[in-house]
């Protein structure tokens, strides 16, 4: 595998440490939101079967999506595989960056859409895809397209796309059970009767548990944004090594951010894995969602400072 600058592999190795905290804090995070819904309605057995069933829900999960998260991705975001007959230039950019970076040439897929993006997936380099845009293909030049899938392939050999795929599963499962237990809590007449009759004890309880369901989804957001928001600093400057041009990405990054084109494919399940978030702020669908991606803006002026420097300008509050 071809050489990296040592600060980019501590970095990497620094990246993947965090990672491994992190999730372990959000898979906490999950397993005591299940325990604190199953106390609300059934005291200590139900936090030990709330606390199981959280596991199981997990477990399952984290199994589909380490073995079909790749292919569910590309399927939510109608993405189409191709092969180098059919767009011969984007497969010469694709090649000429998986050699660079010393791993297999991923699947190539398209997805039929004006707006410029694109995002890698699969669970590890021998199982990885990337995906673009007919939009991105039509308004980049090949300098660009390169910045572009070189900062996917370096996701690719970070192993960031097996976390980002087993984080997004992890924290979409603390929002599914929060949305169950709200609704529940809503319609649950019934059982807030009886709580009343048991004492004060359940409602406190019950009081917490509705406050976990409120905050949870909060705080395992806020924990997949502390490493995404890094991650991509990170894909940013390996692929700037593997192109030699950090000008290209940055140019592209521009032109990707600055498009008013929405990508209609994308959604809050799949927006944390493409190169610039897809959701415009001007959408509905952006209402109260959190960035798992830093400033554009901020991701420019640090390619533009590797132009100048050996390594790359620090990132501010990165």
Known sequence: MPAQPAYLWDEIRRNRRRSWVLMILIGLLLAGT????GAAYGGDAGAA??????AVLALVLGMVSYYAGGSIMLSASSARRIEKRDHPQLFNVVEEMAIASGLPMPAVYVINDTAPNAFAT?????HASVAITTGLLEKLNREEVQGVMAHEMSHVRNHDILYATMVGVMVGSIALMCDVFRRMAFYGGRRRSSDRERGGGAAVIMLIALLLAILAPI????????????????????AAELTRNPEGLARALEKISGDQEVLEVANRATMH???????????????????THPPTEERVRVLRGMTHSHQPAAPAGG
């Open 122 to 126: 699969g669970r590890d380099p021998a």
């Open 49 to 54: 079967l709330g606390l199981g069933l959280a």
């Open 34 to 37: 299940g325990g604190a819904f």
């Open 219 to 238: 705080f395992a957001k806020l924990l997949q944004m502390a490493v995404s928001r890094r991650r991509e600093y990170l894909a940013d400057a390996s």
């Open 273 to 291: 894995l493409y190169i610039v978030n897809p959701i415009k702020s001007f959408e509905e669908r952006a209402a109260g969602l959190f960035s």
